[in-house]
């Protein structure tokens, strides 16, 4: 071979050998991350994850030495090399990026005369995923200076931080499992920084641009072999649930759909017993009848109040009485249910689930001609619980302050009032409670319902001013809340005919995350830190009690149809809480479920709780009784019983999973 020859294949190899030490880089971090942060797992579990985690990025690495490689043999042309790159990044952001930036692309929508969410959408892909090339160009300036060992450290760095977990939660884009598209485009850039930073001229560039042909190419086909076989062969579950903890697995989300576990493949059975009815389709069942006689008077007022974000535990005993001295006094004169749990964790899945009486895989999610990314029931016919109340003879109001519990949008549906009082952000619980005051004050002839949902202890948790931490942000929040709420208890309880007409709900659609399981905020697991909700319900003439059986806010709908006399819908899969309102203790046979993410949970009555991904196939159950923190996975593929269990929650979802022509379930981030 000529030297020119020699010259021109040594460079042709060189974008290759960048981005083969970049991955080396990347590879060795996530294993010590791996190594020192995965403490709680046993060597050989961390030691299999790592295996898989690396392979998936020894995947994503291979494609990107190969597309590298490309650059520099299409015609050794540095505007056909910079388009060649740019091309697959754009490719791999419209593949990976979509759902992370879809939520700045709502809000720039929004706020823009165009209003063209899908034109924003496409802009933000590509500014990020342009990042890819920039920074290649990037690196390969510093890699001409003596400073490139910098290179190689900011690539370590940014790999350490887009493993790490999730303790560091200011660190907003790289420490939450939130947006996984961007911890592959993170992954590809601390590569990409690292590798090509290092000087051509290197020893170890020279070695890996120079190496001999063909024990190069099977060094080659060996990592590719590799790769294939990470992603080709699916984790056993224990290993699974060590990836899903660990970020630096940026692969695990887009490759879990193209597999399957063995209990997914399986038919499922409905359970035969008194349970049976809730594992199949209900559609030609009978409606539930009014239980008699009647709990509440002719002239009903009954008002639902939703407290967005807050924890069930806020109010087991008096910790947080000092903070909430309004809700632990309305506590102690309601039926407390202590063991209430969303339908989901975040409000769209559970507001839902509670309006509609099924859970979210059983409504029809669509985008349709909305301006935002995320999907909503807008075409679904179920019908909602305020519409049988409407159809019954009691008109209803809902005050609305997100935007997104319209009618239109399907969430909540069949007010027969509904008022939006949002203008730009969400509004104080003030502004929504006024006006259910003055309703209240103009004494309403016959039955009524009203509804509304507050807002103000949501994150950043600093509506009530700078705190030391995010929780005593929140809580002081929520203790602006307490204190607005104190006004209308004050209403009702200092007017004799109000004080008998007005049965007043309190709860939340779910809880918040501070740090449990390594996670903050909410919607992003479904274990009880964010399904326990507060449930209390104060009935005129019934006294205080405290219930511990396991209740769902699925419970409500049948409820409240209850309480003004009115017969359930055969679709509502919760059942009327009105016999602990009396004080009987009634047996319910329906099972407590939530969803969110793509994710399932049922809780059973023997108490154990099972959490399927449906994603990423994972199985996780815990038994609430001694381990009331979900700590330990007790879950054993080889124990019948603990695969019971799963077959159950498979079984009610296999029922009443919606199924349409064309349609699967979709993914909703919120």
Same mark, same amino acid.
């Given at each position: 071979?000529?030297?020119?020859?020699?010259?021109?294949?040594?460079?042709?190899?060189?974008?290759?050998?960048?981005?083969?030490?970049?991955?080396?880089?990347?590879?060795?971090?996530?294993?010590?991350?791996?190594?020192?942060?995965?403490?709680?797992?046993?060597?050989?579990?961390?030691?299999?994850?790592?295996?898989?985690?690396?392979?998936?990025?020894?995947? @994503?690495?291979?494609? $990107? %030495?190969? *597309?590298? #490689?490309?650059?520099? +043999? /299409?015609? !050794?042309?540095?505007?056909?090399?910079? =388009?060649?790159?740019?091309?697959?990044?754009?490719?791999?952001?419209?593949?990976?990026?979509?759902?992370?930036?879809?939520?700045?692309?709502?809000?720039?929508?929004?706020?823009?005369?165009?209003?063209?969410?899908?034109?924003?959408?496409?802009?933000?892909?590509?500014?990020?995923?342009?990042?890819?090339?920039?920074?290649?160009?990037?690196?390969?300036?510093?890699?001409?200076?003596?400073?490139?060992?910098?290179?190689?450290?900011?690539?370590?760095?940014?790999?350490?931080?887009?493993?790490?977990?999730?303790?560091?939660?200011?660190?907003?884009?790289?420490?939450?499992?939130?947006?996984?598209?961007?911890?592959?485009?993170?992954?590809?850039?601390?590569?990409?920084?690292?590798?090509?930073?290092?000087?051509?001229?290197?020893? @170890?560039?020279?070695? $890996? %641009?120079? *190496?001999? #042909?063909?024990?190069? +190419? /099977?060094? !080659?086909?060996?990592?590719?072999?590799? =790769?294939?076989?990470?992603?080709?062969?699916?984790?056993?579950?224990?290993?699974?649930?060590?990836?899903?903890?660990?970020?630096?697995?940026?692969?695990?989300?887009?490759?879990?759909?193209?597999?399957?576990?063995?209990?997914?493949?399986?038919?499922?059975?409905?359970?035969?017993?008194?349970?049976?009815?809730?594992?199949?389709?209900?559609?030609?069942?009978?409606p539930v009848a009014a239980s008699t006689p009647r709990l509440l008077p002719a002239d009903a007022i009954v008002l639902l109040?939703?407290?967005?974000?807050?924890?069930?535990?806020?109010?087991?005993?008096?910790?947080?009485?000092?903070?909430?001295?309004?809700?632990?006094?309305?506590?102690?004169?309601?039926?407390?249910?202590?063991?209430?749990?969303?339908?989901?964790?975040?409000?769209?899945?559970?507001?839902? %689930?509670?309006?509609?009486?099924?859970?979210?895989?059983?409504?029809?999610?669509?985008?349709?001609?909305?301006?935002?990314?995320?999907?909503?029931?807008?075409?679904?016919?179920?019908?909602?619980?305020?519409?049988?109340?409407?159809?019954?003879?009691?008109?209803?109001?809902?005050?609305?302050?997100?935007?997104?519990?319209?009618?239109?949008?399907?969430?909540?549906?069949?007010?027969?009032?509904?008022?939006?009082?949002?203008?730009?952000?969400?509004?104080?619980?003030?502004?929504?409670?006024?006006?259910?005051?003055?309703?209240?004050?103009?004494?309403?002839?016959?039955?009524?319902?009203?509804?509304?949902?507050?807002?103000?202890?949501?994150?950043?948790?600093?509506?009530?001013?700078?705190?030391?931490?995010?929780?005593?942000?929140?809580?002081?929040?929520?203790?602006?809340?307490?204190?607005?709420?104190?006004?209308l208890f004050e209403l009702v309880d200092g007017d004799e005919t109000l004080r008998a007409r007005t049965t007043i709900v309190?709860?939340?659609?779910?809880?918040?995350?501070?740090?449990?399981?390594?996670?903050?905020?909410?919607?992003?697991?479904?274990?009880?830190?964010?399904?326990?909700?507060?449930?209390?319900?104060?009935?005129?003439?019934?006294?205080?009690?405290?219930?511990?059986?396991?209740?769902?806010?699925?419970?409500?709908?049948?409820?409240?149809?209850?309480?003004?006399?009115?017969?359930?819908?055969?679709?509502?899969?919760?059942?009327?809480?009105?016999?602990?309102?009396?004080?009987?203790?009634?047996?319910?046979?329906?099972?407590?479920?939530?969803?969110?993410?793509?994710?399932?949970?049922?809780?059973?009555?023997?108490?154990?709780?099972?959490?399927?991904?449906?994603?990423?196939?994972?199985?996780?159950?815990?038994?609430?009784?001694?381990?009331?923190?979900?700590?330990?996975?007790?879950?054993?593929?080889?124990?019948?019983?603990?695969?019971?269990?799963?077959?159950?929650?498979?079984?009610?979802?296999?029922?009443?999973?919606?199924?349409?022509?064309?349609?699967?379930?979709?993914?909703?981030?919120?």
């Amino acid at each position: 071979m000529s030297p020119d020859s020699a010259a021109r294949s040594a460079s042709a190899e060189q974008p290759f050998a960048a981005i083969v030490a970049g991955w080396l880089v990347v590879l060795a971090t996530d294993a010590v991350v791996l190594a020192t942060r995965m403490t709680t797992a046993p060597i050989g579990l961390r030691a299999a994850a790592h295996a898989f985690a690396a392979g998936q990025l020894l995947a @994503l690495g291979v494609v $990107l %030495a190969c *597309a590298a #490689a490309a650059w520099r +043999r /299409l015609g !050794q042309s540095p505007r056909v090399g910079l =388009a060649t790159l740019v091309v697959v990044s754009w490719g791999l952001g419209a593949l990976l990026l979509r759902e992370d930036v879809s939520g700045l692309a709502d809000s720039l929508a929004k706020t823009t005369a165009l209003k063209k969410q899908v034109l924003w959408l496409v802009l933000l892909v590509g500014v990020a995923a342009s990042t890819w090339p920039i920074v290649w160009l990037g690196a390969s300036l510093l890699a001409r200076s003596r400073i490139w060992p910098l290179g190689v450290l900011l690539g370590v760095a940014i790999a350490a931080a887009n493993a790490m977990d999730h303790d560091y939660p200011d660190i907003h884009l790289i420490v939450t499992p939130t947006y996984p598209g961007l911890h592959v485009l993170l992954a590809v850039l601390a590569a990409t920084v690292a590798g090509v930073s290092i000087p051509a001229h290197s020893s @170890l560039m020279k070695r $890996l %641009a120079a *190496a001999p #042909a063909r024990p190069a +190419r /099977l060094a !080659q086909l060996g990592l590719a072999a590799i =790769a294939v076989v990470a992603v080709a062969v699916w984790p056993a579950n224990a290993v699974l649930l060590v990836l899903e903890r660990h970020l630096g697995a940026v692969l695990l989300t887009y490759l879990g759909p193209l597999h399957s576990i063995p209990l997914e493949r399986e038919t499922v059975v409905a359970p035969d017993g008194p349970t049976h009815e809730w594992f199949v389709s209900r559609a030609d069942s009978a409606p539930v009848a009014a239980s008699t006689p009647r709990l509440l008077p002719a002239d009903a007022i009954v008002l639902l109040v939703g407290i967005d974000s807050m924890r069930g535990e806020l109010l087991d005993g008096d910790a947080y009485r000092g903070e909430l001295p309004g809700l632990s006094r309305f506590r102690d004169q309601s039926v407390y249910f202590r063991a209430a749990r969303a339908a989901g964790s975040s409000t769209a899945p559970s507001m839902s %689930a509670l309006f509609a009486g099924v859970s979210y895989s059983s409504l029809h999610w669509t985008r349709g001609d909305t301006n935002d990314s995320l999907v909503y029931p807008i075409d679904d016919e179920t019908k909602r619980f305020p519409q049988v109340l409407e159809a019954g003879g009691v008109p209803s109001t809902h005050y609305d302050g997100t935007g997104f519990l319209l009618g239109k949008l399907g969430i909540v549906r069949g007010f027969s009032t509904e008022k939006s009082l949002r203008k730009g952000g969400f509004p104080k619980a003030g502004t929504l409670l006024t006006p259910i005051e003055e309703a209240l004050r103009a004494h309403p002839e016959g039955p009524r319902f009203y509804f509304t949902h507050l807002l103000d202890a949501h994150s950043p948790y600093s509506g009530a001013g700078p705190r030391a931490t995010p929780f005593e942000g929140y809580l002081a929040e929520l203790g602006t809340v307490d204190k607005r709420l104190r006004k209308l208890f004050e209403l009702v309880d200092g007017d004799e005919t109000l004080r008998a007409r007005t049965t007043i709900v309190l709860m939340s659609d779910h809880g918040e995350a501070f740090g449990e399981h390594g996670l903050q905020r909410h919607g992003v697991s479904l274990y009880d830190e964010l399904l326990r909700v507060p449930l209390l319900i104060r009935v005129p003439g019934v006294g205080p009690r405290v219930i511990d059986d396991p209740v769902s806010l699925m419970d409500l709908g049948p409820t409240f149809l209850d309480l003004f006399g009115m017969d359930t819908p055969c679709h509502f899969m919760g059942q009327s809480l009105t016999g602990y309102l009396r004080g009987e203790q009634p047996v319910l046979g329906r099972p407590i479920v939530a969803e969110g993410r793509l994710e399932r949970a049922m809780i059973l009555p023997d108490g154990f709780k099972v959490i399927h991904d449906t994603r990423t196939h994972s199985v996780e159950v815990y038994d609430l009784h001694r381990d009331p923190g979900e700590l330990s996975n007790v879950f054993d593929d080889r124990d019948p019983a603990m695969l019971a269990r799963v077959r159950l929650l498979l079984a009610y979802f296999a029922a009443h999973t919606l199924r349409l022509p064309g349609y699967d379930v979709p993914y909703r981030k919120w």
